[in-house]
């Protein structure tokens, strides 16, 4: 199916068993909470015991290995392979021809050029994990530095403009931005910055690796099997279906497992060459350099707003960093240009090429912190114009996208902020900052808007019903945490009629029909989609099978009920069993309409008077974003993105040392993130939405939504508390005490 046309009523509509929105558990909770759930470093399928590998990393930020000595490191007890360089397998150089930037060569010790610190400079295999780690610290590398660029704000005029062959959008306009602000009656002019933020997922990059023949099998932790696959099959010049690619549970992706890293092509080289497998984790403190980060940012925004509160003019501009060799974009303005109406609009995107580790997705790229930036801005546009922050934005709500000048297909902005403000008891909330004392803290209220935008990509699904009554479905699919399993569940047994335990979903191998895997918010809706098509398609030879026009079946407790005939689907499916495929494509609708889900956050924090710190006391966050598969799940994750929200705003900052181009603080002792005493109370509300405009299942992707301008509610809270206005995050104590009163 296409999706060139609103979705009709279907099964999901009905409903009839009620497992569409039941906060149903997790169906992989059982594997998970025993210890049996099969992660990238714990398979047991390879047909011998593996070796071990470890990473040393190069120590300078930019330069070339002048030599490498491996004798003593050899020597060392069961180290079997120590790869250089010098000796590792062809591989093909690294280039930025292919159209997704994740299928890209991925060459790992493929010469001497040092682009960035970490980068690996040897790989050690041995018998045992402690054997490899003992002897990486033998090996003895010798460097060339060269002078290395690191620090953004030291090069913004090296800064370019992506090519529009990129695929990428940098810049828009509407109206005359500069006129129209000009002569505005209110102006806010503001710059904010952000740092590098690190993804930080509990599992590390792992991989298990072995060949079978001419074809690798790879087991690791990816969020995207096909991407995997070509990337692998590109670095070693293999056609792709010699690659096979598992990742059948994955401990968080966040973006950074998006890509597969130096763990999973080090590992299929070494097996290829020692004809074993291998099998590779990356350490918390490589994971800062050899993996991926979000780049830094500095924000420009400007408002110009009427006396009443309308925006007459609204521009935002950003510059970012990637990497030396790499093109990546941080879409930190795109919220903007559709979020609130004014006639007069600009945004342009720059980035500043540097030599560090890749930057790239990383927890709702873009949103994450470009959102916080714009709602930072509206709240001090509120402060000008002594206005209710939540007033100005429903006065800004556009009637159409002011930039494509199509309608939303759904827009429950207002209702969020609405609802939002009447459970959290916003008509409390003091306008005057530093009002409220509760000994000796200022206590504060903020808010800000959420916004994301909404996709579906292509996907397939093969569906098979057995002599057992058992569905069993598979797809290319993964779960990274976020339920995929369970709501894939939930969608087949609707759709036949089936109880939960009756349904198998296999996910995670390339060798099932591809989806387009987990990130961007939009696995659920991809494939989803291609599940419930295949299932169509079995209702469909079902029905006919036991003689009932398709469109009078009733399926429910295990069998198909019409034209006065009931028959089980166990019997009707034989022996032999019964297949059926689907697939799902993207098609005009996502033209013809904005798709977006949206939310309103509201958060009140304590500043503590004497120290500068920041206590957040509560928040709360209400959203729409279609219709809801499983209760339980989506606020799992609306609440984690929430709780990402107040780590960029109070905590979360990778340090880049300047003159040697590493993260300082490489390790989640010094690198922040928020913890249980961190997050006193918090919910999140999901108001009912349906949409037809999106896909056949009538959702919208919200695993971003929840932090998208999570971090602009607690920074308007703090200057609501205080009246400190900190536009570089993180808002840490240091950059509050100065404006504290005594």
Not at 184 to 211: F, G, K, L, R, S
Request: hydrophobic share 40%; aromatic share 6%.
């Amino acid at each position: 199916m296409q999706m060139n046309q609103p979705a009709p009523r279907n099964a999901l509509d009905v409903n009839r068993q009620g497992l569409i929105g039941l906060a149903l558990d997790r169906v992989d909770g059982p594997q998970k909470v025993s210890g049996t759930a099969p992660y990238a470093y714990e398979v047991q399928e390879a047909p011998q015991p593996p070796l071990y590998g470890w990473l040393v990393e190069a120590a300078i930020g930019c330069g070339r290995i002048v030599s490498v000595d491996t004798r003593e490191a050899e020597r060392a007890p069961g180290v079997v392979f120590v790869m250089t360089h010098l000796n590792a397998p062809e591989q093909a150089g690294f280039r930025l021809t292919e159209s997704q930037r994740f299928d890209r060569p991925h060459p790992s010790l493929g010469d001497a050029v040092v682009p960035h610190y970490g980068v690996p400079a040897a790989f050690v295999v041995a018998e045992t994990l402690e054997q490899a780690r003992a002897a990486s610290f033998l090996v003895r590398v010798e460097y060339e530095s060269m002078a290395g660029e690191y620090v953004m704000k030291e090069h913004l005029a090296q800064a370019e403009k992506p090519g529009e062959d990129e695929g990428k959008q940098p810049d828009t306009s509407e109206g005359d931005f500069e006129t129209a602000f000009a002569s505005a009656d209110v102006h806010v002019d503001v710059q904010y910055t952000t740092p590098v933020h690190i993804h930080a997922q509990m599992e590390p990059h792992a991989t298990t690796a072995w060949w079978e023949g001419d074809r690798v099998v790879v087991h690791c932790s990816t969020q995207l099997l096909d991407s995997a696959q070509k990337r692998v099959a590109n670095t070693l010049q293999i056609p792709p279906d010699k690659v096979r690619i598992v990742s059948r549970h994955i401990g968080g992706g966040f973006g950074g497992k998006l890509p597969v890293w130096d763990d999973v092509i080090l590992s299929v080289l070494a097996s290829r060459v020692l004809k074993r497998p291998v099998k590779t984790a990356l350490t918390r403190q490589q994971m800062f350099h050899v993996t991926s980060h979000r780049p830094d940012t500095i924000q420009r925004v400007r408002l110009g707003a009427g006396r009443d509160g309308k925006l007459v003019a609204i521009a935002h501009e950003g510059w970012c960093h990637s990497a030396r060799l790499d093109d990546y974009l941080e879409p930190m303005c795109t919220s903007t240009r559709s979020l609130y109406a004014a006639p007069n609009r600009m945004t342009r995107m720059r980035r500043v090429k540097l030599d560090l580790p890749v930057a790239d997705s990383c927890r709702s790229p873009g949103e994450a912190v470009g959102m916080p930036v714009l709602e930072c801005a509206m709240d001090e546009l509120a402060c000008a114009l002594g206005m209710d922050p939540v007033q100005l934005r429903i006065a800004n709500e556009p009637e159409e996208d002011p930039e494509k000048h199509v309608p939303y297909s759904t827009r429950q902005l207002v209702a969020c902020l609405e609802e939002g403000a009447r459970r959290f008891g916003w008509d409390r909330r003091n306008a005057t900052p530093g009002q409220v004392r509760d000994g000796r803290f200022l206590v504060g209220m903020g808010m800000a808007s959420a916004s994301r935008s909404n996709k579906l990509q292509k996907g397939k699904c093969k569906v098979k019903l057995g002599a057992d009554g058992v569905l069993v479905a598979r797809m290319a699919m993964t779960d990274i945490g976020t339920g995929s399993y369970t709501v894939l569940t939930q969608i087949a047994a609707e759709m036949l009629g089936l109880q939960p335990g009756q349904v198998r979903m296999e996910l995670g191998d390339s060798d099932f029909p591809e989806t387009a895997g987990s990130g961007g918010s939009f696995g659920a809706a991809t494939a989803g989609s291609a599940l419930f098509e295949a299932c169509e398609a079995l209702r469909h030879k079902l029905a006919q099978s036991a003689g009932i026009a398709p469109e009078d079946a009733v399926f429910s407790d295990g069998q198909v009920h019409g034209s006065g005939k009931t028959a089980s689907l166990a019997k009707l499916a034989g022996a032999d069993g019964i297949e059926a495929d689907g697939e799902i494509q993207p098609g005009d609708m996502e033209e013809k309409y904005t798709q977006m889900s949206y939310g309103a956050f509201f958060a009140e924090v304590a500043v503590d008077t004497h120290s500068g710190e920041v206590r957040l006391r509560r928040m709360l966050g209400v959203f729409a974003a279609g219709r809801i598969l499983n209760a339980k799940t989506a606020r799992s994750q609306l609440l984690g993105g929430m709780v990402w929200g107040v780590g960029i705003a109070l905590e979360e900052e990778a340090a880049i040392d300047g003159r040697y181009g590493y993260f300082a603080n490489h390790d989640i002792a010094e690198y922040h993130v928020p913890v249980h005493a961190d997050i006193p109370a918090i919910e999140a509300i999901l108001l009912p939405e349906v949409d037809d405009k999106t896909n056949p299942l009538k959702i919208k992707g919200l695993g971003e939504l929840g932090i998208s301008g999570a971090a602009g509610a607690v920074a308007n809270a703090i200057y609501n508390a205080c009246g400190v206005r900190v536009r570089d995050f993180p808002i840490t104590l240091d950059k509050l005490l100065a404006g504290l009163p005594e």
